[in-house]
Each structure stands twice: as structure tokens, then as C-alpha cells.
């Protein structure tokens, strides 16, 4: 009898066993923002655990090492933190669209606020939570004294809000959004080539573009200095020229959108986006006052200098106006790393920095 009792409880554990199969981890890929932060005081340091869905919290020792506290849940995928006081923090969870605010003494989340779609930062100044949304291009302020009114919608021309910094006199908000361009555009291979596969009447009886262009245009352009094609290579219909879109830049001292052959494609191209890059907003109101303009195509992330308030904005500058693989072309530069300062005190005049000087550009 013993026996078969025996036998029945490690038949009850291997089934509990097989029963318990641990959830993958899906990766989500959700890029970090500003993922540390140190409390007011300094004594804590709060780091966001994107994987884990966790902030963490460290002890600042005398010496400066750290000391683990508090492994604290939060939503998935946070990406941003910010502490409002040496005990509450407020976490950014990119993935739950929501704010987890979190008690540090009591080491939970006490409040859990929704923000919007794919949040990517906050920041706490002048009595509001100004809240990046990502996926609405906007900027959610929210008063701090009554989380639960609706908040007011700043919309940003721009893709993808991405990260929010505040002014050292702390009058202002700065903002910028990750996916700003860099005045290019492309024009279709059916207007260079003429390739009947459009509908050119139905798509005016809707009220759409015909992709038509106003004028003559010019022809396809050369193959760059430097490349020439493979004889043994079935050459395309076309004169040649395989039949697929260009890639035009606008050139702001002629005010035309210009291949890399310098030709004029403005005939094609009836209008152009701007190319807002940074958003001042003013806290007061709470209302966007300003804009600048042309600091990169991809921006990362923006923080203030507390000395002198200037402003930092990592960034990479795409080079896809360039065509072919080749020493004279492309030759493996793809984007220019950068940093970009805007100086506030110069009429917000950017300099740029050249991340990338260390690298020699001939050496293959």
C-alpha cells in the first residue's frame, strides 16, 4: 500500500512538472529613452528593466558604488523613468501604453495612469506630466492635481515623438521625434518611364495626386563617375536604364528638389513637408511656441546642459540620396553619426558634431 501511495505522489509531481512550461520572453525590440535617473537627493539611482517589466532600484553608497534595493513591477517594457521625489518615480511603459507611478518606500506601484499608444517619455515641471505618445505624434499634459481630467493633446508635426527634456529655467519643454527626414522624397518610376500601369482618371475623380508631372522632366541620370555596367549583363528596356524610382533632395539655396546629378525634379513634386525637428513648448499655457528645424533624419533622444542650457540631440544623418555601392558612392558610409547642440542663448543655432571624425573614409 505504501508503495502505491508512493507511487501516485511522484506521478502527482512529474505532472505538476510537465504542467509548469515557462512563457518565452517575445521581444518587442522597444528602445530605451532615458532608462536611469537619480533621485533628488541623490541616493537613489532608478533603472528600467525593459525585459522584465521591473524598475530597479539602487542604493548611492558614499563611495559612489551601488547597492541593489528593490526589484520593483511595473507595465511592459518600460523605457523611460523619472523621479518626481526622493520616494515616488514615474515609469514610462512603452508596450502597456501606461505610466506606472511607483511608491520607492513602499516599493510597489501605487497608481497606473494611460497615456496614449507607445509612450516614449515624461517629464514633471510647472504642476503637469508631459507625456511623449509616440504612435500619436503628440505630446498628453496632464495636471498633476487631477490625474483623472483628460489631458490636453499637443500634436507635433513630426513621426514618432520621441523624447522630452526641460529648459533650464524650466519655462520650457523641448521635444523632438525620432523619424524627423532629411528633405528627400522619391519620385515614381511610373512618371520617369511613363509605365502605363496607372489609372490616371480614376485617381483624379477621387481627388488623389496623378503623379503627373507640369512639365517636361529631365531624363533619368547617368550612372555616377566611377561605375560602369556589366557587359555581360542583358541590358533592360528603357535605353538601358532598369526602370525604378529616384531618390531627389531638396536643395534649400535654389529652392528645387535635385538629383545627384544637380537635375531640377520640382515639375514632378507639387509640394514638400517641412522638416521640424525640435518643439518648444511652453509650460505656462501649456501650448508649442517654436520649432527648429534640420538637426537630422533619425532622432534619438534630448537633454539640457544645466549650466548653460543648451541642447543636445543625438542623431544620424541618412545618406540616401547617394546611388551604388562604390568608393565615390555610398562606399559603406550609410548615415553620419552626430550630435547636434542647439544653443537657445544664439537664436536657437545648431552646431553639429561629427561623431564619426576617428574613421577613415579612404582606408578600403
Not at 186 to 191: G, M, P, R, T
Not at 299 to 326: K, Q, W
Amino acid at each position: 500500500m505504501r508503495l502505491k501511495w508512493l507511487a501516485a505522489g511522484v506521478l502527482l509531481i512529474g505532472l505538476a512538472v510537465c504542467g509548469t512550461v515557462r512563457a518565452q520572453y517575445v521581444n518587442f525590440e522597444s528602445s530605451q529613452v532615458h532608462p536611469m535617473a537619480l533621485t533628488p537627493a541623490g541616493s537613489k539611482l532608478l533603472v528600467v528593466n525593459t525585459p522584465d517589466a521591473l524598475l530597479e532600484v539602487f542604493t548611492v553608497l558614499p563611495d559612489g558604488s551601488l547597492a541593489p534595493l528593490a526589484s520593483i513591477p511595473v507595465g511592459l517594457e518600460p523605457v523611460s523613468v523619472v523621479a518626481s521625489s526622493d520616494s515616488e518615480a514615474w515609469v514610462v511603459n512603452h508596450l502597456s501604453d501606461t505610466i506606472s507611478i511607483v511608491d520607492l518606500n513602499l516599493g510597489t506601484t501605487v497608481r497606473t495612469l494611460p497615456v496614449g499608444d507607445e509612450p516614449t517619455d515624461v517629464v514633471l515641471v510647472g504642476g503637469h506630466a508631459f507625456v511623449a505618445v509616440s504612435q500619436e505624434d503628440a505630446v498628453q499634459v496632464f495636471d498633476l492635481l487631477h490625474l483623472e481630467t483628460p489631458p490636453a493633446k499637443l500634436d507635433l508635426f513630426g513621426s514618432d515623438a520621441r523624447a522630452l527634456a526641460v529648459s533650464k529655467d524650466r519655462s520650457k519643454v523641448y521635444a523632438v521625434v525620432l523619424n524627423s527626414g532629411n528633405q528627400t522624397t522619391d519620385v515614381n518610376a511610373n512618371v520617369i518611364f511613363g509605365t502605363q500601369t496607372i489609372d490616371r482618371t480614376r485617381l483624379q475623380q477621387l481627388g488623389l495626386n496623378p503623379i503627373d508631372c507640369s512639365a517636361l522632366h529631365p531624363p533619368y541620370p547617368p550612372l555616377p563617375p566611377g561605375i560602369t555596367r556589366d557587359t555581360q549583363l542583358p541590358d533592360p528596356p528603357n535605353g538601358g536604364v532598369p526602370p525604378v524610382g529616384l531618390i531627389v533632395k531638396w536643395d534649400p539655396a535654389t529652392q528645387k528638389w535635385r538629383d545627384d546629378a544637380g537635375q531640377d525634379w520640382s515639375m514632378c513634386l507639387p509640394f514638400r513637408l517641412p522638416d521640424h525637428d525640435l518643439f518648444i513648448i511652453d509650460v505656462a499655457s501649456p501650448q508649442v511656441t517654436g520649432m527648429v528645424d534640420h538637426l537630422g533624419t533619425t532622432l534619438f533622444e534630448i537633454s539640457v546642459n544645466p549650466a548653460n542650457g543648451r541642447i543636445y540631440v543625438p542623431n544620424t544623418e541618412a545618406r540616401n540620396n547617394v546611388r551604388f555601392e562604390l568608393p565615390l558612392g555610398v562606399g559603406g558610409h550609410v548615415v553620419d553619426n552626430r550630435l547636434t547642440v542647439v544653443d537657445p542663448g544664439a537664436g536657437n543655432a545648431a552646431t553639429i558634431v561629427d561623431l564619426d571624425e576617428h574613421i577613415d573614409r579612404g582606408s578600403d
